[in-house]
Every structure is written in C-alpha cells, then in structure tokens.
C-alpha cells in the first residue's frame, strides 16, 4: 500500500531504481567527458584573436622574404597560412590541421625564415629540424625554401634516404640552419655522423605527422624526440588526428596552440568526381577501362594511382607499347629514377605518370588535370589524399574512380560527404572488348619485356657483387679499419619486434603465403638450384632443431622403451649387449601405460576382484559399466 492506502504496483519502486541507476550512469559519462574536455583545454593553449590579414605586407613579414614571395606570385595569403604565420612568429607550439594543396609548406616555413634573418651570426649551426615521411616530399620543400630564401643568406640541407650519405655527412657538419630529412636517415647521422647533433635546434616540424607513424616511423620519432632539447618550438602539421597522433602530440609539444581550419574530409569544391562500375563478373576489365580511358579521353596531364608497384609498372609497359607517353613511381625505382620520373611529370614531359600511394600525400604537381584510381583505396582519408593531387590552389580538375561491389560501403561515404553531385561514367562494352583484345595482343611483347629487365637487374646484382669483392681485396685495410655504423635499435630489440609481429594475427595468413611462394619458386627452378635450396633448407632445419629444448624421456638414452615398437623391436639386442639387464618391473608398471597394463595393474591392487575377472571376463565388457566400476 502507498503512503494514503492506494496500491503500488510491485514493479514501482525497480523502475525507480532503474531510472536513477540509468541517471546516476549519464551523470558519470557526463563528467568523465566534462574532465576530459577540461584536461583537452588545459594541454592546448587559446589562439589569439585572428586577423584575416588578405596580403603578405600586412603580417610583419622582412623585404627579403617578401621580395621572394613576390617572385613566387604568390598574392594572397590562404586560411592555413593567415592562421598559422603569426602565432609561429610569436614562438608558440602548434598543432595544425588542414586540407591538402592549401599551402602548409609556406605556412610554417615564412616564420621560420624570419626568424633566421635575425640569427647571430658568429657561429654556423642548426636551429631548425623539418621532418617528412617521404623523400619526394622532403625534396619539394626543400625546393620551396631554397625559392624563398634566395635573397637571404640562410643554409639549407637535404638529408633524405637514396642520396649520397657522404655528401650528406659534409654538408652536415657544417652546421646548416635548416635540416630537411626523412626520419631513417636522421637518426642514421646523428648516430654516425660525427659533431652533428639536436642540441643546438630551436624549431622542430613535423610535416604530415599521420603519415609517419603509419609508416612505421614510430620508433625513429620516439628516439629523435628523446635528443631534441627540450626548450624547443614545435610545429605539428597532420591531416588527421587519430590516437596514435594525439599521443605524439602529449610527448612533443607544451600546451600548444591548435589551429584547425577544417577537418579534412572534404573534397576541393572545384573538384569533379566520377565513378565507373565495375560488376563482380567483370574484375578482369579494369585494366581494359583504364587503358580505354587514357587512349581515348584522358592522354595529358594525368596521374593514375593503382594498389601494387608490380600492376603499376605493367601498366606503364601497356600504356609504352600502345603509344602513349607514361613514366612510373613506385618503390622499386631508384631514388634518382624517382626523382627524374617526377620532373618530366612536372615539366609537361611526360602525360601520364603511374604511380602508388607513394605520390598520394603532400606533392605539390601544377597542372593535374586528371586522377585515376584503379581501385578506391581502403580508407576515405587515402582517397581524399589522392584526389587532392588535382583541383589545387583554386584550379579546377576530375578524379575517376573504378568501384568494385567490395568498395561499395566506402563509395556510399564518398557520395555523403560529397559538396557537388557525383557522376556515373559508362564506358561502352565494345570499347571494353576491342581493348581487352589489343592487351591480349600484346602480351608477348609484355613478357619479353619482362623477362629482359628481369636478366638486366641479374647483371646489375652480379655486378654490384663483384665490384664489392674487388674494393674488399683492393681497399681491405681502409674498410676493416672504419668504425662500424651504429643503430639506435640492437638486433635483440629488432629480434624481439620481429617476433612479436610473427605471432600476431596476421602471422598466419603470411606463412600460409610464403608456403605458396616457395613451392611456385621450387616449380620453375632446375635441379641444381633445387638441391642447393633442399640443402639450405635442412641446414635450417637442423640449426632450428639445436635450439629446441630437449625433451624429458621415461627412460635414459641408453636404455630402451619396451613399449614402443624400437624397443620392441632392439629388445633382444639391447639384452645380448647389456648382458640381458632388463627394467625392473616397478618401472616398468609407472611407465605402461596401456589399456592392458592398466586393466592387469588395477587387478593386482584388488586380489578379491581378480578371481572374478579370471572366472568371467566377458563380465565388464561394456565400457559405461567398467568406467562407473
């Protein structure tokens, strides 16, 4: 009964403990979130006031720079660069996030500048340190600050992987005032390279800081952080702030200011984006659509984007023999191959270049017009990256994607967060099949072709081999007298980092892989290559075999098991040659362990029970009944 007599439901008072129960829970969400939004607000620093500066003369900026800015033709400053030039001028720590082709590079690059204008110039060192995933983007900043630094007399050196380390290792000494460098190579020098150091830096950039750690930089990021000095300023640039970012962020910057002119997610609004379907029976008519595509309608200035270094350059060989001008970027290039790739790209040489994700993040290529994606790539962020590649600074261009039905989802997101409508393209069957047949045609020339740089880069190997034995016998003394290059990680950090991968999901898929790989190889090989590989195999076998842990036997080396069938069958020899010396029958009734001994052990424990099996065996024959005895 209620307080006045009327009834209560016997269900009242859980639902009133469910609703508080269900309170008391948002109330805790609520404040976990209010905490975490104040510890978000103590860690980053409030922007000034922002004054939407509309030209470079208004931003206290020196005659030299803007001189250079000037021939440059650059004439209004962009979002990113209004937002980021006077708080880095202030010497505060910055975590930027902007769209691709919006100008970053001379966003952090002009405050950089006018700051070294005013260095002391009694000693030469290295005050600023730019950090980029990629040797192609360290490249065209360093080609952007050598334009702007023209009319001053500031020192700038590239330090990237693929390059003359020599030549790296003298310019460093030197002390010059801004280092460019991919992050392997850094920590390369500053473990090898002597009288070169971090101590002496004032500024730290870290450009497309997503990229780097999704590039396995983490290590490398984690150990030049650790001798950078700690009083230094640090401009970070990333397209997206995932966890992993976030985390660098806390480690490398103090209370940063965080300027976010968008998220990312968009598309330039000038771009057009079309799609072509691809029908689940049909997988095999993407290289057909994309040679159609090139021959017929997109022959200058594009750029296609395809998921493997080898499809890459065997479109590259289809696109040469039917007539078009191609060139390819991928890692299996040199580094002077890329970079020669890129320029002819760049000068109008070359129409199309095929390329891999490699060029999908931060290259500046005026003149895009056109982008081909063979596949969508995994993530909306990667294809956002590669469509960025055109309709830059303000300029118009298209982006074609070929979407299977596995790549619908991400196409669904694409359209969502599209500005503009996009268009289906619809390329027409017989188009499809007079050029399927024209690639048919020419797949004999694709595998002689194929073969020839197969047997070139086999010279090249024994080249390079036998020119390293010839300087090892002329210049032994000189090589063995050198100290050794050192690297931050020992073989047993490295060893532990590789097995920790072995044994991680995807562990087994690649075993499952390289089992493939090894028995296609062992099919096209001849005998002798197939015995030496036998042979290198069973040596590995055995050297694995020597490191395992010997097992616990029942019985000693010299004594063997009369259970098994070797003991068995030596059990007469074994006799004859240790003088008929046998196991004692106490371990000999531990170590059996079949039915049969059992049924007899269990017997001769209970001499009551025995008589009866011996007079009636049939009797426990059912296995239910013997188990409940």
């Known amino acids: 009964m209620g307080k006045y007599g009327t009834p209560v439901s016997p269900c009242s008072e859980t639902t009133s403990c469910l609703f508080k129960t269900s309170t008391s829970n948002q109330q805790t969400i609520a404040n976990r979130t209010n905490l975490i939004t104040e510890k978000k607000r103590k860690f980053f620093e409030e922007p000034p006031p922002q004054v939407m500066h509309q030209t470079f003369t208004t931003m206290n900026l020196s005659r030299p720079l803007l001189k250079a800015i000037n021939d440059l033709g650059f004439s209004h400053p962009t979002p990113i660069q209004t937002s980021t030039i006077p708080v880095a001028l202030m010497g505060k720590d910055i975590c930027a996030c902007a769209a691709t082709g919006t100008g970053k590079t001379a966003a952090y690059m002009l405050p950089i500048l006018e700051r070294l204008i005013y260095r002391p110039q009694q000693a030469s060192v290295t005050r600023v340190l730019i950090l980029t995933p990629t040797r192609e983007l360290a490249i065209q900043i360093h080609s952007v600050t050598k334009a702007l630094s023209k009319h001053t007399n500031i020192q700038v050196c590239l330090a990237t992987g693929g390059l003359d380390g020599k030549s790296q290792?003298?310019?460093?000494?030197?002390?010059?005032?801004?280092?460019?460098?991919?992050?392997?190579?850094?920590?390369?020098?500053?473990?090898?390279?002597?009288?070169?150091?971090?101590?002496?830096?004032?500024?730290?950039?870290?450009?497309?800081?997503?990229?780097?750690?999704?590039?396995?930089?983490?290590?490398?990021?984690?150990?030049?952080?650790?001798l950078s000095p700690r009083g230094r300023q640090t401009m970070l640039f990333s397209a997206t702030m995932t966890d992993e970012v976030e985390e660098l962020v806390s480690l490398s910057l103090n209370q940063p200011v965080r300027l976010f002119v968008d998220n990312n997610t968009d598309v330039a609004h000038n771009l057009r984006q079309e799609f072509v379907r691809i029908r689940s029976n049909r997988e095999e008519d993407r290289l057909a659509i994309i040679t159609a595509?090139?021959?017929?309608?997109?022959?200058?200035?594009?750029?296609?984007?395809?998921?493997?270094?080898?499809?890459?350059?065997?479109?590259?060989?289809?696109?040469?023999?039917?007539?078009?001008?191609?060139?390819?970027?991928?890692?299996?290039?040199?580094?002077?191959?890329?970079?020669?790739?890129?320029?002819?790209?760049?000068a109008g040489e070359v129409d199309i270049l095929v390329a891999t994700d490699l060029a999908s993040r931060g290259l500046d290529i005026l003149g895009v017009k056109t982008v081909i994606n063979a596949n969508l790539p995994p993530t909306l962020k990667q294809y956002i990256h590669r469509v960025g590649r055109t309709a830059r600074a303000g300029r118009s261009g298209r982006s074609v994607s070929l979407v299977g039905e596995k790549e619908r989802k991400l196409l669904k997101e694409i359209v969502k967060l599209a500005k503009t409508p996009v268009k289906s393209r619809i390329v027409p069957t017989e188009v499809i099949e007079k050029y399927k047949s024209k690639i048919q045609g020419l797949e004999k020339d694709l595998k002689e072709i194929l073969k020839q740089e197969?047997?070139?880069?086999?010279?090249?190997?024994?080249?390079?081999?036998?020119?390293?034995?010839?300087?090892?016998i002329e210049h032994e003394e000189e090589i063995f007298s050198r100290p050794p290059r050192v690297w931050f990680q020992s073989k047993a950090d490295l060893k532990r980092k590789s097995d920790k991968a072995a044994n991680g999901p995807a562990s087994k898929k690649s075993k499952n892989e390289n089992k493939k790989g090894r028995i296609a190889v062992s099919a096209n090989e001849n005998e002798e290559d197939k015995k030496k590989r036998k042979e290198m195999e069973f040596i590995a076998r055995e050297v694995k075999r020597s490191k395992k842990k010997k097992r616990l036997h029942a019985f000693p080396p010299d004594k063997p098991d009369f259970n098994s069938k070797a003991g068995k069958s030596s059990k007469t020899k074994s006799a004859a040659a240790a003088g008929g010396s046998r196991l004692k029958a106490f371990d000999k009734e531990l170590t059996d362990t079949s039915k049969k001994a059992l049924k007899t052990f269990r017997q001769s424990s209970r001499p009551d029970d025995s008589k009866k099996f011996k007079k009636s065996p049939g009797r426990f024959k059912s296995k239910k009944r013997y188990k409940r005895r």
């Open 454 to 472: 197969s047997e070139e880069k086999e010279l090249r190997i024994s080249e390079m081999e036998m020119n390293k034995a010839r300087n090892l």
């Open 293 to 346: 595509l090139c021959s017929r309608t997109f022959n200058e200035h594009c750029l296609i984007f395809l998921q493997t270094k080898t499809s890459a350059h065997r479109l590259r060989i289809i696109l040469g023999l039917l007539g078009l001008n191609v060139e390819e970027l991928h890692g299996n290039l040199t580094q002077l191959q890329r970079l020669e790739a890129l320029r002819k790209f760049k």
């Open 169 to 226: 290792e003298a310019a460093l000494r030197k002390g010059p005032d801004i280092v460019i460098a991919t992050p392997g190579r850094l920590v390369d020098h500053l473990h090898n390279t002597p009288s070169f150091n971090l101590q002496t830096v004032e500024i730290i950039v870290l450009d497309e800081a997503d990229r780097m750690l999704d590039e396995n930089f983490k290590d490398q990021m984690e150990e030049i952080m650790k």
